[in-house]
């Protein structure tokens, strides 16, 4: 998996995505990391990417300029390599809100593209060049759409071959069969005077299933009853 992101800011990106399970991914190559800075394809020398909106009124808009020939330069190097054109996800609190479904779906692609956005937005005559898909990550306004496309990279990483070993395993997780997960215990057995649960202790595996069933489902029931009307 390649992650192509066009930003402003691509030490946010990569700080961040060098960090924990994504960073040991990527020293691995297991997924690579391509940030692209659209300051590096500004039309002027001060490197500027923004103008006044027009119509007039609050903040400054992205040209469309620097970010198409931002993104230019991955769609070139792709077409180079004989691939498919890559989907273009532009981060917007007006774009269809992410779930575990896209997460699995996103993983399968060879690579993607993430574009973010600052000030009030970008100019619309690049979205609709080029951008295949439009994601929020929820219903509240970000400063920028590096936040959402972290969060983005991050649950799809996980789901990529080999990102995840034995020891953290992505197969009864929340969400998996529209259900949040069952409560977890570790050492010690007692806490402040609170147990473990007893069948935990039992080594009767298809007890314990069964227990992390019931758990699984309640938790559900009390905590997202709308994940239940959706399977
Ligand atoms: N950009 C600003 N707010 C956002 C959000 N909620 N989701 C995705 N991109 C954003």
Redesign the pocket.
């Known amino acids: 998996m390649i992650f192509n992101v066009l930003t402003l800011f691509p030490e946010l990106i990569e700080n961040s995505m060098n960090t924990s399970i994504t960073g040991r991914a990527i020293k691995n190559d297991i997924i690579k990391l391509n940030t692209v800075n659209i300051r590096d394809f500004a039309e002027n020398k001060h490197g500027q990417v923004d103008d006044y909106p027009y119509g007039g009124g609050a903040g400054m808009v992205m040209q469309a300029p620097p970010v198409y020939r931002a993104y230019k330069s991955i769609e070139d190097r792709i077409q180079k390599e004989n691939k498919k054109k890559p989907r273009v996800i532009y ?3 007006q ?1 269809k809100v992410f779930n575990q479904k896209m997460a699995e779906e996103f993983s399968k692609e060879e690579e993607l593209v993430f574009l973010c ?1 600052h000030y009030e937005g970008i100019d619309e005559r690049v979205l609709e060049l080029i951008v295949t898909d439009n ?11 590096e936040l ?1 496309a972290l969060v983005m990279m991050d649950s799809i990483s996980r789901l990529v071959d080999g990102v995840l070993n034995n020891k953290d395993s992505s197969v009864y997780e929340s969400f998996y069969d529209n259900k949040l997960e069952y409560p977890q215990y570790t050492r010690p057995e007692e806490f402040m005077g609170m147990h473990v649960p007893k069948v935990l202790l039992s080594g009767d595996h298809k007890k314990v299933d069964e227990w992390r069933k019931e758990e699984s489902l309640k938790r559900t029931l009390e905590r997202r009853p709308d994940l239940l009307d959706e399977s």
């Open positions: 981060l917007t609190p774009g956005g994601v929020s990550i929820g219903d509240y306004v970000l400063t920028g759409g959402p």
